[in-house]
């Protein structure tokens, strides 16, 4: 990821969204080998969320072994496609948008998982998932429909669960293009948003309105901040101070893909787009697919766009750093396109210290900074589900949006 002449540096595109809006490049000064077990790595400054980004999925070891035998073999592509690795599960085959399979490894570290075979069967729609789990078809689902959720706790064979999903939702404008380059269009757009209907409608009430860019079960959660209330009315005042009396036209981009903070974007968009014609702003919703949605919106041709993110590893910086600083403009992660230089000194500072109290002042005021210049939309923070047959024993939620099979059984 840092060295443009690794043979494997192009392989993915050679863009590396996670390490460039971590500033990875410029904070490691010089990696070295101490021994068979032991890394030594050298940064140019203090970096308070190094060692949380560290355990992050972007910084996985791969196998140097590996490596040489695919460049020998001019099938470096499969560093990606066919992966080596050592949890507690094999990879066996991959059938493009349909099955990923694997065995369990007999020999992981942690003990041999209970689990034989582990195959994901990839449904993107809900409520298809949801029949093959009526059926038989699969064990686990996840991601149900908020909507499927009640009759799923009503059905004797299978049980349902929930947690608190470090995540947030978000319409993110981009701030490079007009109008969006004008506060008062943002906050008009932030007063024209009932959220009280998209929590009803979207997540059926398993969320919670979102005010700030990190959810409330993160440290440093600025709870003082007062949500822009839902006024149509002074949405309309503030755009014609804007110079848009009768409103303006846009697209907005809708999420293709259900996700933990959005489970249909689809109908987000259709009731963002009635709230938005009220005061006079008429929206095309547009979407492609999730690849092309993303690889689009990097290089910035949206206008409006449904985000998301779900933690990564607990650290603040995680959701301010990597969502909204000016590093993840060019690296593609900050979707508003938005640099602010006071909100980039208190990033900065807040990496540079360890206490956990001063760490937690500065990034409440950053958020106060969010709040006056509004770069996104702020929506929900969502309950996350998974359901699944009565023979699933031993599955717990992972916080930070993975599914953790090692330790799972199936009751006979």
């Known amino acids: 990821m840092r060295d443009p002449k690794h043979p494997f540096n192009k392989v993915s595109g050679g863009i590396?969204?996670?390490?460039?809006?971590?500033?990875?490049?410029?904070?490691i000064s010089d990696i070295s080998k101490k021994d068979a077990y032991t890394v030594e790595i050298k940064l140019t400054r203090p970096e308070a969320p190094f060692i949380a980004n560290l355990a992050m999925a972007f910084m996985s070891i791969l196998s140097q072994e590996y490596g040489e035998q695919l460049i020998k073999q001019n099938k470096k592509e499969n560093i990606d496609n066919y992966p080596v690795g050592t949890g507690p599960f094999i990879f066996q085959s991959y059938t493009k948008?349909?099955?990923?399979?694997?065995?369990?490894?007999?020999?992981?570290?942690?003990?041999?998982?209970?689990?034989?075979?582990?195959?994901?069967?990839?449904?993107?729609?809900?409520?298809?998932r949801y029949?093959?789990?009526?059926?038989?078809?699969?064990?686990?689902?996840?991601?149900?429909?908020?909507a499927d959720i009640e009759n799923m706790k009503k059905d004797k064979n299978l049980s349902v669960i929930s947690g608190a999903g470090l995540n947030v939702a978000y319409v993110a404008m981009n701030t490079k293009k007009a109008p969006f380059d004008k506060l008062?269009?943002?906050?008009?757009?932030?007063?024209?948003?009932?959220?009280?209907?998209l929590i009803e409608a979207i997540y059926m009430g398993n969320g919670i309105e979102a005010k700030n860019p990190l959810p409330p079960t993160i440290w440093s959660y600025n709870n003082d901040i007062q949500d822009y209330d839902y006024n149509p009315q002074k949405a309309k005042e503030l755009l014609k101070k804007a110079g848009f009396p009768n409103g303006f036209e846009t697209e907005m981009w809708t999420l293709p893909v259900s996700r933990p903070y959005n489970p249909n974007g689809k109908k987000m968009g259709e009731i963002l787009q009635a709230n938005l014609n009220q005061v006079g702003i008429k929206v095309k919703l547009v979407t492609f697919d999730w690849p092309t949605y993303l690889a689009k919106?990097?290089?910035?041709?949206?206008?409006?766009?449904?985000?998301?993110?779900?933690?990564?590893?607990?650290?603040?910086?995680?959701?301010?750093?990597?969502?909204?600083?000016?590093?993840?403009?060019?690296?593609?992660?900050?979707?508003?396109?938005?640099?602010?230089?006071?909100f980039e000194k208190i990033m900065e500072d807040a990496k540079l210290i360890t206490d956990v109290k001063k760490r937690t002042a500065l990034y409440k005021s950053a958020q106060d900074i969010f709040h006056k210049e509004l770069p996104w939309i702020p929506i929900a923070h969502s309950?996350?589900?998974?359901a699944m047959s009565n023979?699933?024993?031993?599955?717990?939620?992972?916080?930070?949006?993975?599914?953790?099979?090692?330790?799972v059984e199936l009751a006979k």
């Open 297 to 342: 919106a990097r290089k910035g041709e949206h206008s409006m766009i449904q985000m998301g993110w779900t933690g990564d590893n607990g650290d603040p910086d995680n959701f301010l750093n990597v969502l909204l600083g000016c590093a993840g403009v060019e690296a593609g992660s900050n979707y508003a396109l938005w640099c602010d230089k006071k």
């Open 391 to 407: 023979k699933v024993k031993n599955y717990k939620i992972s916080p930070l949006g993975g599914d953790i099979f090692s330790q």
């Open 131 to 146: 029949q093959k789990l009526k059926a038989g078809e699969c064990h686990m689902i996840i991601e149900p429909a908020p």
């Open 97 to 128: 948008d349909t099955l990923i399979r694997f065995n369990r490894n007999a020999d992981y570290f942690e003990g041999s998982p209970k689990i034989e075979k582990l195959v994901f069967a990839i449904t993107p729609d809900a409520s298809v």
């Open 16 to 27: 590396y969204e996670y390490f460039a809006a971590m500033e990875m490049g410029p904070l």
């Open 184 to 197: 008062e269009v943002r906050e008009a757009i932030n007063h024209a948003v009932n959220k009280k209907s």
């Open 383 to 386: 309950v996350i589900f998974r």
